[in-house]
């Protein structure tokens, strides 16, 4: 295997260490990691839009525990950039009150597991302001959070909730899979008139770098972007696993399967037409995800190919996910983790069928 | 190093339960307008109040919360903000409301469970009635470093019952305001109920004022049924929250001398008793014979008074009662700025279903 991504395989690299800041031009292009590629956007953004404001715990002196805001406050100011008391609740709820007046916060929560006194403010107000003002007020505000296991991170740091999210009317929930999605989703969702979760896959947070051109150009939310185009089967994931999608492409492609890979990106609202359009190209589908298996998105996936494409489907779809059990501590996550191998044995599986 | 504080509480009150006067009055207590529009506005208040409950009970609005009693507090909350000002207010807040533009027939249609009623589109940057306790707290916190960052010298008044404060989101936003030197006035309405639960087992604290002691922001007591003193506190601290962009806490003594809303029954954990002294010491009779005692009010200016603000409550019902459905869409349709295309086949169901409720099919 090349790549250091595999579920049995931490990252060699330390999520908290500080991003290596020589970040060499090339042609214009900024070599950059993921947390790097959403500094750089939050740079971009910041410098563009002056109503752009940081906040969240550790964000601003700091730079945030990942370094995912750093030199914020150094560019633009602790009125800009603000470290906020340690009250996630409060960094939701003082978001919603900037946003309802022409203010774009853009809040981190430092680990999604800690998100849940932020849902209240998040749930109840910024995923609802627009429809229950009757468009007078809105909340156009950006929720940051890292999510997912692989780091060995200490408990409720590993978790993947991010069905919960997709479940509420009136937000977007997105998630990079790389560092140049990360940059083009996340102007995209900072510049969104509506509330956006941006989920980010901290397992490879510094798993891959890629030449981004800091342009400002921004990818369309709502879409999912195929990787990679095949015929005999197509494969739906999104954030880190789509690293372990992309081994397992290559190796059946390697053995003349060609698979479809697509990264769903935007989870809610799901961009169906381009599963489904797949799907009546292959005819066959698995779905992957980090997320319990029972009530994740991969059940919405499959119960809308089963409304939409049950004539185009020549075998059952399946899902691979997580356990659905509590998220393992440290020693046996990556026992939880999907593999790339349980990704291949689905995908044998559907290919087998019929 | 930051040693041990001593504290106390001040109380403020000017009138007691029979208007009379306990201290000499404030000077701006000289514009006789503004001591009128107090009455006034507590009394339309309460015939809202009566209209709104006679609706529900008559089967023409939804579930409506009562704010009889408590009408001092949130009319000098509108009389004392400057219309650039924002409120964030709780869901006994409808007189200030009223004041800050928003029509009556607005809040019949909010609680007739019409989502128009919080476009409330006169007061176009206050946030709508809350109803998740304390939430509209730290979004109140929210407002006013928007508004210290956008450098304007407006102020964020919000509010809250006693309920709240035992609520983390209340000590949150409370702390934030003491931290940042936010803008911003909170103002607990201590009608001395949440729902069932009296006062006494929401806290041990003596008050809920020095609750600001813990977060290093000024706290005071009002009489919250003598309109001077909560006109005199609010005004004071909308003033210090301008000049200075200091925060302060007021707590507003007062009663529920309702049902908690209309789909409650207060007789089956609160003594009857209790509730008959309370009424002895709330806000319209006590101004009323502040006014009479100051010689700036009679019995035929309280006869025409009742008479228009009948009228003004009654029209706002016929409004109200008239007013065009919307289209079932609508539903759907504010969600999102624009529209996610994974919506249109629902909305487009949506279409269908209310051309068929129309059918009659």
């Known amino acids: 295997m090349t790549s250091n991504l595999s579920a049995n395989d931490t990252p060699k690299v330390d999520p908290l260490k500080p991003a290596d800041s020589s970040t060499a031009t090339r042609e214009g292009m900024t070599k950059c ?15 563009r839009d002056p109503t752009v404001v940081i906040l969240g715990e550790d964000v601003a002196t700091n730079g945030g525990v990942f370094r995912a805001t750093l030199d914020l406050k150094q560019a633009f100011g602790s009125e800009r950039v603000l470290d906020t008391p340690l009250a996630e609740g409060l960094i939701a709820g003082l978001s919603v009150g900037m946003a309802t007046q022409g203010l774009k916060p853009v ?11 932020a849902l209240e403010q998040i749930i109840c107000h910024a995923a609802r ?6 468009g007078r007020l809105t909340c156009p505000l950006v929720v940051r959070m890292p999510f997912g296991g692989g780091i060995h991170a200490p408990e409720h740091h590993s978790e993947s909730t991010e069905a919960l999210l997709a479940h509420i009317p009136g937000l977007r929930v997105v998630i990079p899979s790389s560092a140049t999605r990360a940059y083009g989703l996340l102007l995209a969702a900072i510049r969104d008139p509506d509330p956006v979760i941006f989920l980010e896959p901290k397992r490879i947070y510094r798993a891959q770098t890629q030449h981004i051109c800091d342009d400002g150009q921004a990818l369309p939310l709502d879409t999912c972007f195929t990787l990679r185009e095949g015929e005999d089967i197509t494969l739906v994931s999104w954030g880190a696993l789509i690293s372990e999608c992309t081994q397992v492409v290559d190796q059946l492609s390697a053995q003349g399967i060609a698979v479809e890979l697509i990264d769903v990106a935007t989870v809610s609202p799901i961009d169906m037409n381009t599963i489904l359009q797949s799907v009546a190209k292959t005819g066959r589908c698995v779905i992957a995800h980090e997320a319990p298996k029972t009530g994740g998105i991969g059940g919405e996936i499959a119960a809308q190919l089963a409304e939409y494409a049950l004539l185009d489907l020549e075998a059952p779809v399946l899902r691979v996910g997580g356990y659905d059990t509590v998220m393992p501590y440290a020693k046996k996550e990556a026992l939880y983790l999907p593999s790339a191998a349980d990704i291949k044995a689905a995908i044998e599986r559907v290919l087998a069928f019929g | 190093m930051r040693g041990r504080q001593q504290f106390s509480i001040r109380l403020l009150q000017y009138l007691d339960p029979q208007g009379k006067l306990d201290l000499p009055l404030p000077e701006w207590t000289s514009n006789t307008i503004l001591l009128l529009a107090i009455y006034e506005n507590m009394v339309l208040a309460r015939l809202l109040d009566q209209k709104a409950i006679a609706l529900q009970r008559t089967g023409q609005m939804g579930t409506y919360p009562s704010i009889l009693g408590q009408e001092a507090i949130s009319v000098c909350i509108g009389l004392a903000m400057a219309k650039h000002d924002v409120l964030v207010p709780y869901y006994r807040d409808t007189p200030a409301q009223i004041i800050r533009g928003i029509s009556l027939a607005e809040i019949f249609m909010y609680w007739g469970g019409d989502e128009r009623g919080g476009n409330l589109n006169t007061a176009s940057r206050d946030l709508p009635t809350c109803v998740p306790i304390a939430t509209q707290l730290t979004q109140a916190a929210g407002v006013a470093v928007a508004l210290k960052i956008k450098g304007e010298d407006s102020v964020v008044v919000t509010t809250c019952g ?17 931290v940042w030197d936010l803008p911003i006035v909170f103002v607990i309405n201590n009608n001395r109920w949440a729902i069932s639960v009296p006062l006494e087992q929401q806290t041990r604290a003596a ?24 006109y005199d506190a609010i005004h004071q601290a909308i003033e210090r929250a301008r000049k200075d962009k200091q925060p302060t806490l007021i707590e507003a003594l007062s009663y529920r001398l309702s049902d908690h809303t209309t789909a409650d029954d207060a007789s089956r954990y609160r ?3 209790e509730l008959k002294a309370h009424w002895q010491e709330e806000p319209i009779l006590r101004f009323q014979q502040f006014l009479h005692q100051q010689g700036l009010w009679n019995a035929g200016q309280e006869k025409a008074l009742q008479q228009q603000c009948l009228q003004v409550v009654d029209t706002a019902v016929d409004e109200y009662l008239s007013v065009d459905a919307e289209p079932a869409t609508a539903i759907i349709d504010y969600l ?21 409720a129309l059918r009659g099919d």
């Open chain 1, 33 to 47: 990691v993921l947390v790097e590629a959403i500094n750089l956007a939050l740079h971009h953004e910041m410098a």
């Open chain 1, 107 to 117: 809040a981190e929560i430092q680990f999604m597991g800690f998100m849940f006194a």
């Open chain 1, 129 to 134: 302001m627009r429809n229950r003002t009757r």
């Open chain 2, 271 to 273: 003594d009857a008793d």
């Open chain 2, 336 to 356: 999102h700025a624009f529209l996610p295309y994974t919506l249109e086949p629902q909305r487009v169901g949506l279409q269908g279903k209310e051309a068929s």
């Open chain 2, 207 to 230: 008050t809920l004022a020095q609750k600001a002691i813990a977060a290093g922001i000024e706290g005071i007591q009002v009489d919250g049924n003598d309109p001077i003193a909560v």
């Open chain 2, 162 to 178: 006693d309920g709240a404060t035992s609520k983390g989101d209340f000590m949150e936003a409370l702390n934030l305001a003491g």
